[in-house]
Every structure is written in C-alpha cells, then in structure tokens.
Nanobody, 119 residues
Framework: QVQLVESGGGLVQPGGSLKLSCATS????????MSWVRQAPGKGLEWVSA???????KYADSAKGRFTISRDNGKSTLYLQMNSLKPEDTGVYYC?????????????RGQGTQVTVSS
C-alpha cells in the first residue's frame, strides 16, 4: 500500500536549519507531484511547497527564499531544506502525494514530523 514516512524534524533555534525527508513506497513516485504542508498549533493546514514530476517547484510566500524542495526519484524520497527558520515555522510538517496546485489536490499525507523553532 501507499506509504509516506516523514523524518528530520526537531527543535532548532531561530535562524537555524533543518532538512526534512519523506520516504515513500507503494506507488510510482517519479510520476507524481509531491508537496509539503504544515499545521501550526491550533491552526489549519497550510500549503508550503510542491514539486512536479518534471522538477518544477512552487513555494508559499512564507517559504520563498528560505526553503528548498527537492526529490530523488531513484530513492522515491522527497526533501525540504529549511533555512533561516523562524518561530512561526513551528508546526507538524507533512508530505503529500499530489498537492502541486492546492491542498485539495493532495491524495494522501504521511503521519508528519514535528518542527519546533524556539530559543
């Protein structure tokens, strides 16, 4: 079956960096757009970034210039490099199958990985 497993979250100080990974299985990863979304405490899901099958990328305004999405089709793995982290980046980060255009186009999400930005 389809599996999406995020990792790489943790506690980091403001200005620090983290790299999230999403290992996938059970579907043809290279054929799908993939995305990252997040949920801050007490808030709804927020679309963060996406990459299509050809490698074209999109970012939310809050992520532009700080986050980089990438994929390794050979490893069926999605990544999110996050630099210059801010306290408002705190939340649970999920990778999504689909989601290149909006949250509504995400077919499945993983269980999430917690990112906490705090001094």
């Amino acid at each position: 079956q389809v599996q999406l497993v995020e990792s790489g979250g943790g506690l980091v100080q403001p200005g620090g960096s983290l790299k999230l990974s999403c290992a996938t299985s059970g579907f043809s990863f290279s054929s799908f757009a993939m995305s990252w979304v997040r949920q801050a405490p007490g808030k709804g899901l927020e679309w963060v970034s996406a990459i299509n099958w050809a490698g074209a990328t999109k970012y939310a305004d809050s992520a532009k210039g700080r986050f980089t999405i990438s994929r390794d089709n050979g490893k069926s793995t999605l990544y999110l490099q996050m630099n210059s982290l801010k306290p408002e980046d705190t939340g649970v980060y999920y990778c999504g199958q689909g989601g290149y255009t909006s949250l509504d186009t995400i077919a499945r999400r993983g269980q999430g990985t917690q990112v906490t930005v705090s001094s």
